[in-house]
């Protein structure tokens, strides 16, 4: 975001990850780089390290982001609310942070992603249509 601040950046992150690397929130912010929107989908477990649970039950990631200094902050509970969310805060200037809460996926095996990071940002783009 920083070295291309011409086009907007999206990160896609999850719930584990951001417990476990919490200064980078707080890196972000200082660097404040206004052509940011990140997105973390929070289904509280390590889903695919075998759905141990995280603290984001009782953190809330979307508040930990703006205490730090990021911009605007949305949370979303409804696959409804998803995309409103996002086209709201994507034409926002960042550093920007949309928390979509959702459910684990107990009833199947998730295991390792196996997708490169091409591959998910085009799936899910499409999936925003």
Known sequence: AVSRPDQKTIIIDG???????MGTLAMIAAA???NLLHIVIDNEVYESTGRQGTLSSSVALDDVAKSVG???TK????????KSAYQELI????PSFLLIKVEP????????VHHT?????????????
């Open 105 to 112: 996926s107990f009833d199947k095996a998730t295991g390792r």
């Open 91 to 94: 034409g926002k200037e960042g």
């Open 15 to 21: 719930d584990g990850n951001v417990l476990m690397s």
């Open 75 to 82: 949370r979303v509970t409804e696959k409804e609310q998803i």
């Open 70 to 72: 990021y911009t605007h």
């Open 117 to 129: 990071p091409e591959e998910i940002t085009s799936r899910f783009m499409k999936a925003l249509g």
């Open 32 to 34: 404040a780089p206004r």
